[in-house]
């Protein structure tokens, strides 16, 4: 009788721990993303309720997919999730068991300022292989499944737009995007291709092939595709330029605005690209239009100076 008791409560014991028991496939703990919007993916081995706090924000699991492995049946759940600039700390309770992740949302152009490697992509075979019963990835069906909130934004890039993902996408190397990514952007820019090549000056990013550190390969709510507003963008390097002023002072002594300021004739609010090209340039300076020296730039806005 204490034989079988004892039987009954390791079997208690093993399947308690059975059913509480939930693994998280995607994002790992410390990882570094440049996209507000990531997905919770994961699964476990008996149908209850999950729930997700994000920044003080609840959400439910509600769907679930039923997946037969060698170990038995799993139940798969993905939850898209939006995440602040910055540190974001989720919490996945289910059960007695809570998982804590520290995710770090930070920008390409913060990315590339730091010199940060990433290997945080999805795609890779130990993940696909929790999908690939109902998902063949060859086919864009099974991209918008997903991605389908790179639609949202108030500008979609035109290759985005009409979801021809494998033209920047590389299928045979877990999706990442192929490099460098001008390569892939100048086959269709090529006026610009031509003009920054025959240009004696180009702005280094610009000219290693890292366009998506300003521009956002899918879509924006900013013009141009931009990942951040201009002078956000250019101070994340140039923090010299941080005070919102310019280092010259003008022929009044006071520092120059970069911000704040309408231009003569636009109208529109000046940014470090009214005076700057930030792609190539016939100056060092890459100063817009081809000028070459900074009087001459000066004199296009302030002509009431002459």
């Known amino acids: 009788m204490n034989k079988i008791l004892l039987i009954s409560f390791f079997l208690f014991v093993y399947n308690l721990a059975y059913s509480n028991d939930i693994v998280i496939v995607y994002p790992f703990d410390n990882m570094i993303v440049n996209d507000s919007q990531i997905h919770i993916i994961g699964f476990v081995n008996q149908i209850d309720k999950i729930e997700i706090i994000d920044n003080n924000n609840a959400i439910n699991i509600e769907n679930f997919h039923k997946l037969s492995t060698k170990d038995g049946l799993k139940y798969v759940f993905m939850k898209n999730v939006t995440i602040d600039k910055g540190i974001n700390k989720i919490t996945i309770k289910y059960k007695e068991k809570n998982i804590n992740l520290t995710i770090k949302y930070l920008s390409y152009a913060e990315i590339y300022r730091d010199n940060i490697k990433r290997e945080t992509y999805f795609h890779l075979d130990e993940n696909n292989s929790l999908c690939v019963r109902c998902h063949n990835f060859k086919e864009i069906k099974d991209c918008k499944v997903c991605h389908f909130y790179k639609m949202s934004y108030t500008y979609v890039h035109g290759p985005a737009a009409a979801w021809q993902c494998f033209q920047c996408h590389d299928k045979n190397n877990y999706f ?22 025959s240009a004696p000056y180009a702005h280094g990013p610009t000219v290693a092939g890292y366009c998506n550190v300003c521009h956002n390969a899918h879509g924006s709510n900013i013009k141009y595709l931009l ?66 020296d900074f009087m001459i730039l000066c004199v296009s806005c302030h002509k009431d100076k002459l």
């Open 176 to 197: 990442t995007p192929k490099q460098p990514i001008s390569s892939t952007c100048l086959k269709c820019h090529e006026e610009f291709k031509n003009n920054m090549f």
């Open 227 to 292: 990942n951040d507003d201009t002078n956000s963008l250019c101070i994340n390097c140039h923090s010299e330029k941080r005070s919102g002023v310019h280092v010259l002072a003008n022929f009044t002594s006071s520092a120059h605005p970069t911000s704040g300021k309408k231009i003569p004739g636009t109208n529109e609010e000046i940014s470090c690209v009214s005076c700057h090209n930030p792609h190539y340039g016939e100056s060092k300076q890459l100063f817009q239009n081809g000028i070459k």
